[in-house]
């Protein structure tokens, strides 16, 4: 989903892991409860067809502006190539419509990105229950076309192929902070076709929205921030984007980001989580506390902040081991690029 952008703050306490992932999901529900319940293959006016459109993948595409009907053929004529790339939410959400009347009630909030990606995609409309739990409904006119997508006998191979472009994209993240996807996508999808599998890279782009937050270059480029990159706005500066494509990565760091920690921060973050095992306030987490103090420590944040964040979730004063371990992830931690730390690991 569209990266969350609207935190004017510098503060740690306002770009922690956790808090980043909760305005994340806040922003997506204010725009999914706000979304109207007409689709495009409704009859509409120019105003909501303008507002529709405006909201859709179509225009961060910088597709060429058309009227309601030709954008209506458009969608109709790729949707037995798009059920192909559906992001993994959506593709749940699809199927768990198929078998329930092309209805399907959204009854879990985790699932909220990937309706917004099917609203996004044209694909559906979304209504509401008195308990407020949204309801997608798939236009008729596009059913037959996604039931023929999905099977055909194509579908499984492609599947597994985006599969492991999905988690190949998720472990460079982790390793630099962000990736650039579209000179990945123009190698995947050449080594695919040799496979005799075919992929359109705008559909293999939407694929990647729907499975990742996303951002644009002010160039309209692709960029995919880490959930806990603080600050995404620094390395998309004019000055600021850096050339890592040319760094290699061992086998055992792509398994560590593929598994979201690399070999050797394990040890220091084990023990970290060790020390503060009874420590914590009951109303905490154990596990998002030490989440956002190792991604402080990946991105260059000092001691002093750190012990101040990790004191927000303890219920006792924090002890001399605490800080050690503290330190010891702190020293530990490979910094994600662009980064700076006075550590040298």
């Known amino acids: 989903m569209i990266r969350y952008s609207g935190c004017a703050s510098s503060a ?3 770009r922690l892991k956790s ?4 305005k994340q999901m806040n922003a997506c529900r204010d725009r999914v409860f706000s979304w109207g319940s007409r689709s495009l293959f409704d009859d509409i006016g120019a105003l909501e067809y303008a507002m529709i459109r405006q909201r859709s993948y179509e225009a961060g595409e910088r597709a060429i502006t058309c009227g309601p009907e030709k954008l209506r053929t458009r969608v109709l004529s790729q949707a037995r190539d798009e059920a192909v790339c559906l992001g993994r939410g959506e593709d749940e959400l699809i199927k768990k419509a198929v078998v329930s009347g092309w209805s399907a ?4 909030w985790d699932q909220i990105p990937a309706l917004e990606s099917l609203l996004k995609r044209l694909w559906c409309s979304v209504s509401f229950q008195d308990d407020d739990t949204p309801v997608l409904t798939v236009a008729p006119e596009l059913r037959e076309a996604i039931l ?3 099977k055909n006998e194509g579908y499984i191979p492609a599947r597994d192929a985006l599969f492991r472009l999905g988690t190949m994209l998720h472990s460079i993240r982790y390793i630099y902070g962000f990736v650039f996807p579209c000179p990945l996508v123009d190698q995947f999808i050449a080594e695919s076709k040799k496979r005799g599998i075919e992929f359109d890279k705008k559909l293999t782009q939407r694929f990647i ?3 990742f937050d996303y951002m644009y270059t002010s160039d309209g480029q692709l960029f995919l921030p880490h959930p806990a ?3 995404p706005e620094k390395i998309l500066s004019a000055d600021g984007i850096p050339g890592y494509a040319a760094t290699e990565i061992s086998f055992e760091s792509m398994l560590g980001g593929m598994g979201g920690i690399l070999p050797e921060e394990v040890p220091s973050v084990t023990c970290l ?3 503060l095992m009874g420590g914590i306030r009951p109303e905490s987490d154990l596990n998002e506390a030490v989440d956002d103090l190792r991604f402080m420590a990946k991105q260059g944040a000092g001691l002093k902040d750190m012990t101040r964040i990790m004191k927000s979730y303890l219920a006792v004063m924090p002890s001399g081991r605490m800080i050690d371990a503290l330190e010891r992830v702190r020293q530990e931690a490979v910094l994600w690029t662009g980064c700076l730390s006075s550590v040298r690991n």
């Open 148 to 150: 023929e997508g999905m």
């Open 19 to 22: 808090v980043l992932e909760e």
């Open 273 to 275: 989580k060790g020390v």
């Open 209 to 211: 929205m729907a499975e």
């Open 12 to 14: 740690w306490e306002d």
């Open 105 to 108: 009630a959204v009854d879990d």
């Open 229 to 231: 990159l603080a600050y």
